[in-house]
């Protein structure tokens, strides 16, 4: 694939895009790794994701769509992809009655504060996770007792023909860290979040508590991308990689988090294939010690 040829293509047809060539990963993802993306355009809002993807179909190129980065890892040889980075441009958020509607490059956070301001509950536990709502639909984000699935109500999509279609209630599948969007190489727009009314004061100072905890206890000022590994059935992943004795370890700028052993961490100077080895690393030392196989829930891309 010439992607400058297709990029100066796609600049033709749409000089406002923000379009670049050889634009580094590590600048879109929250563990600070990765190569260049052959090509990466950060449109401003849904319409304009919406004819980029029709553009880029029309020549037979699927893009990746990311959101905040903060749930995948990209190689260090570089992707050889047409990135769209979503988030924050796609950003749109808006409240009537008890809905909010969020592009899929708001972040969760602005979400949640919409409707907090709004005096709306039922986003509190989505505040301090640092993703996108297109991203945390895919993923069916969820933290301190609470999942994207219990508050989305519809979302409207491009599948993989570029049909626009709305995703309702049960239609999401979501599960744990799953939905019906996990895995297909659709495009998510928008969602609308169903809410309750509520006390304002008291929806503020649930989403300052539950982000208290999250300082106390996560190592927020070291790049990762959260929770390495899936919670295995019948226990914990940072409870079985703390008591195989692997806090703290490290390999090259790799390390399982001194605070919060379910977190890989870049320490500094971090490479992918650093990364990739704590984590086999890891897998292996809980297998051997537990017989449990820890399932990744950072997404490796260009696997
Ligand atoms: C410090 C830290 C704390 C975290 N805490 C939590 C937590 O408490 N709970 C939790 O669940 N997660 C947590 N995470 C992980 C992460 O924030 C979530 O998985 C989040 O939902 C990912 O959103 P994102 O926008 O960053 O997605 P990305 O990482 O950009 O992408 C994730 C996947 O979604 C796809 N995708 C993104 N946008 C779209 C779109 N518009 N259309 C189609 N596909 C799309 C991507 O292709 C990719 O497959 C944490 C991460 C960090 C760094």
């Given amino acids: 694939m010439d992607y400058s040829k297709l990029a100066n293509d796609i600049r033709a047809a749409m000089p406002e895009l923000d379009l670049r060539e050889r634009e580094p990963m590590a600048e879109h993802c929250s563990f600070r790794v990765g190569g260049p993306a052959a090509a990466m355009a950060l449109p401003r809002s849904a319409a304009e994701l919406e004819t980029l993807c029709r553009l880029l179909r029309e020549r037979g190129v699927k893009p990746l769509i990311i959101g905040n980065g903060t749930n995948i890892l990209p190689p260090d040889e570089g992707l050889d992809r047409f990135v769209v980075a979503s988030c924050p441009g796609v950003g749109q958020v808006t409240v009537e009655g008890n809905t909010v509607t969020a592009d899929c490059g708001a972040t969760l ?3 949640a504060m919409a409707a907090a301001d709004a005096g709306l509950t039922g986003l509190e536990f989505a505040h301090g996770i640092p993703g996108s709502v297109g991203g945390g639909v895919v993923m069916n984000a969820g933290a301190y007792g609470g999942e994207l699935k219990d508050a989305v109500a519809e979302t409207e999509y491009l599948d993989e023909e570029l049909v626009l279609r709305t995703a309702k209630g049960e239609e999401h599948e979501f599960a744990y860290r799953h939905s019906a969007f ?5 495009v998510i727009l928008r969602t609308s979040f169903a809410l309750s009314s509520g006390d304002r004061d008291a ?47 490290t390999i090259g700028g790799a390390q399982v988090s001194e605070k919060h052993a379910g977190f890989v961490v870049n320490a500094g100077g971090a490479t992918c294939a650093d990364i990739l080895r704590l984590m086999d690393h890891i897998q292996k030392t ?18």
């Avoid at 539950?210 to 390495?228: E, I, N, V, W, Y």
């Avoid at 809980?286 to 696997?303: K, M, Q, S, Y």
């Fill in 109 to 111: 956070a602005a979400a």
């Fill in 203 to 249: 929806i503020q100072g649930k989403m300052r508590e539950l982000a208290a905890k999250r300082r106390a206890s996560q190592p927020l000022d070291m790049p990762s991308a959260g929770s390495t590994f899936k919670r295995p059935v019948g226990g914990y992943a940072a409870a079985l990689i703390d008591q195989a004795g692997l806090r703290g370890f």
């Fill in 286 to 303: 809980v297998f051997a010690r537990n017989g449990i196989l820890l399932e990744p829930e950072v997404l490796v891309l260009g696997r």
């Fill in 182 to 186: 996990s895995g297909r190489e659709v």
